[in-house]
């Protein structure tokens, strides 16, 4: 099934901070001074956050209204930090993080920013929450303390956007600490009132923290999320996440992510940066492997040309043998008409001597006879594959047209 809506909950935290906790009577009841410490910790906590980039992958599925069971859509994989109370994301192996839409990394389906860290800021950090304690729990054999809390709409970070309509929502949830060590193990965040306008009935964020040892410190960070998004249709949608592979980096640095697997010679002077003209045949090779069994959405590929590329048989404009630069961006199983898959690939550049070219083009056709159609991202190209599963070989030829640059979408 390919999605024609595309619903995204995007979570714009709010600078509003709590005062910090005056001295408690020790006379108060067990839960108010539980509450007071753990705000206390909880505010150290998420100023670590920002020192911490973590891989974020991203398992989207979907249940049709009288479906029992969730079919898997595709797996996206992200770099994820969060910097001046924005979260980031960057391709992995991608030069930098952008603040970008939420639908660049992701053609159709449901996607979603502030897991990593937001989530936890608009609830903990905004001084107009309002929280109660509701019962200690039982929760897989950890005895811990649940609170519930509000967040009204006019301070909330929290927006709805589908099918061309967004509205800001406040929230309502429960999160679970804790009480010997005050550490968060669980946050539930659910959006409140939400306009008929937007096609949404109800959403559901579940965030489960634990403390990793990263370097010499121990962290608190999110570990796992699971994202539900019941639409009026009672279609649902849903994202789970981990997050993995997490390291530090200081602040003062630059954010970086090198290409595996591409080394680049160190020059003397920068490369130049040039756009192609549209108009020219462009015939990739490429030199990585695609399987449907282990690609994700976000890999990145590699590739060189076969020839020359000239601009009306005239001089060359790009060398024969020049690397290209490119991404899975979607994997999309099909289950109807036909068992099948719909494979997003987009190229990025094309690398020679002292010189990158941005890449901006259409898939014309493929080798070894893969199907074709017209992609829902702009500026990428979808093979349409048979069967259970597909293997693409180093050595699979793709042949592309470059379009004019200044049609691209795509985020800077």
């Known amino acids: 099934m390919r999605w024609k809506l595309c619903g995204v909950v995007s979570l714009v935290y709010a600078t509003v901070y709590t005062n910090s906790v005056a001295a408690v009577a020790d006379d108060l009841p067990r839960e108010v001074l539980l509450l007071a410490h753990f705000k206390q910790q909880i505010k150290q906590v998420l100023s670590q956050v920002p020192n911490y980039t973590c891989l974020e992958t991203i398992q989207r599925s979907s249940r049709t209204a009288h479906g029992m069971a969730f079919v898997p859509l595709d797996t996206v994989l992200l770099e994820v930090t969060n910097v001046e109370n924005k979260e980031l994301l960057a391709w ?53 303390s649940r609170f519930d809390f509000r967040i009204p709409e006019v301070w909330s970070g929290y927006e709805l956007r589908a099918n061309g309509t967004s509205a800001k929502v406040g929230t309502t949830g429960s999160f679970w600490i804790d009480p010997g060590s005050l550490g968060l193990v669980r946050l539930e965040v659910r959006a409140d009132e939400i306009p008929p306008a937007v096609g949404i009935r109800r959403t559901l964020t579940s965030i489960d923290y634990a403390r990793m040892r990263i370097g010499e410190s121990d962290v608190l960070l999110a570990q796992e999320a699971e994202i539900l998004m019941v639409l009026l249709s009672g279609e649902v949608r849903r994202n789970t996440i981990e997050f993995s592979h997490c390291h530090e980096y200081r602040t003062a640095s630059s954010i970086r992510f090198d290409l595996p697997d591409a080394p680049v010679a160190v020059s003397a002077s920068p490369a130049r940066r040039v756009d192609l003209p549209a108009g020219l045949t462009v015939t990739i090779e490429l030199d990585s492997a695609i399987d449907s069994a282990t690609a994700h959405v976000g890999d990145l590929l590699r590739g060189h040309l076969t020839d020359d590329v000239r601009r009306k048989g005239q001089a060359i404009i790009v060398p024969r043998g020049a690397i290209v630069m490119g991404r899975v961006r979607g994997l999309e199983a099909l289950h109807s008409p036909e068992t099948a898959f719909d494979l997003t690939i987009e190229v990025a550049e094309i690398r020679w001597e002292d010189t990158i070219a941005e890449f901006y083009g259409e898939l014309l056709a493929a080798a070894s006879g893969r199907g074709t159609h017209t992609p829902g991202v702009p500026g990428t190209g979808v093979l349409h594959m048979k069967g259970t599963r597909f293997q693409i070989a180093p050595g699979f030829r793709m042949s592309w047209r470059t379009l004019e640059p200044n049609r691209r979408t795509k985020s800077k």
Do not use: H, K, W
């Not at 993080?97 to 609830?123: C, K």
């Not at 309002?130 to 019962?135: L, V």
């Open 92 to 144: 992995p192996g991608a030069r930098q993080f952008e603040e970008a839409d939420l639908t660049s990394f992701g053609s159709g389906g449901l996607m979603t920013s502030g897991t990593f860290a937001m989530y936890a800021q608009d609830v903990f950090l905004n001084g107009t929450t309002t929280i109660r304690y509701y019962g200690d729990e039982d929760m897989a054999g950890r005895a811990l």
